[in-house]
């Protein structure tokens, strides 16, 4: 019996390492006054969920000036394609 709860011990710590080494973007949007400047971006974030990777992307934009309007939306590498063009220079720069 032990060696099976092992086994599954093992499995479940393995299954949560590869869930938290999942890539994650976020899809953004962004400005800064005097002038009035706004852009659209895509970053990488360290977590899938939308709450955290709202804090984590205003932390990253305001340490160069710009503010964070909103996150659109949180998604794997299979989106990354399809918002390169609308990001064009903000395209994973943050």
């Given at each position: 019996m032990?060696?099976i709860?092992?086994?599954?011990?093992?499995?479940?710590?393995?299954?949560?390492g590869?869930?938290?080494?999942?890539?994650?973007?976020a899809?953004?949007?962004?400005?800064?006054?005097?002038?009035?400047?706004?852009?659209?971006?895509?970053?990488?974030?360290?977590?899938?969920d939308?709450?955290?990777?709202q804090?984590?992307?205003?932390?990253?934009?305001?340490?160069?000036?710009?503010?964070?309007l909103?996150?659109?939306?949180?998604?794997?590498p299979?989106?990354?394609?399809k918002?390169?063009?609308?990001?064009?220079?903000?395209?994973?720069?943050?």
């Open positions: 032990k060696p709860l092992s086994s599954l011990a093992v499995a479940a710590l393995i299954s949560l590869t869930a938290a080494s999942a890539e994650c973007y899809d953004y949007k962004a400005k800064q006054d005097n002038p009035l400047r706004l852009h659209y971006g895509v970053m990488q974030v360290s977590a899938c939308k709450g955290q990777a804090q984590e992307a205003s932390k990253r934009l305001s340490a160069s000036g710009w503010t964070l909103n996150v659109m939306s949180v998604f794997g299979e989106g990354l394609d918002r390169k063009a609308n990001a064009g220079q903000f395209y994973l720069r943050y």
